[in-house]
């Protein structure tokens, strides 16, 4: 099974940005974990994307089809706001788990609004940088269970 795990605007700076909300671990460092992960795991291979430009995001996802079974997507702030964004993950054919490393319905009302998540097969919010394992586990369970 071949899964990407995508990453949007400002998870760059995972780490170093509010580490009160979003931990002390890099991306790269939550990348490694991952990959970890997946190897005990066996039969599993992630590929890892991050950017800050909407329209590299988009391509991204279009990519996506026929190259991967499944997406992990941390769109990060443009989950809130993001038309374009909205309307490629509607579009994209692939099945999508959303995840946000805090939970979003605790914070700032803005981040109530999900333009994403109708569009995705489930939303994981609020663990940490524990949501890409949790969502990766999510997904897998659901293209297994869909065979």
Known sequence: MKILIL???????TGTREP???GTKSLDE?????RAWANERGNL????????????FVERLYSARGVY????????AWSHYSIGIRDAVAGCGLPIVEVHMTNVFAREEFRHTQLLAPFCV?????????VY???????ISCLTDKK
């Not at 990453?7 to 700076?13: A, D, F, K, R, S």
């Not at 394992?133 to 997904?139: C, P, S």
């Open 7 to 13: 990453n949007g605007i400002n998870l760059c700076m």
């Open 20 to 22: 009160g909300k979003y």
């Open 30 to 34: 939550i990348n490694t974990s991952l």
């Open 45 to 56: 291979e992630l590929d890892f994307f991050s950017t800050n430009f909407e329209g590299g």
């Open 69 to 76: 079974d499944g997406i992990v997507m941390n769109a990060g």
């Open 122 to 130: 489930g939303l994981i919010s609020g663990f940490a940088d524990d």
């Open 133 to 139: 394992r949790l969502g990766a586990e999510a997904l």
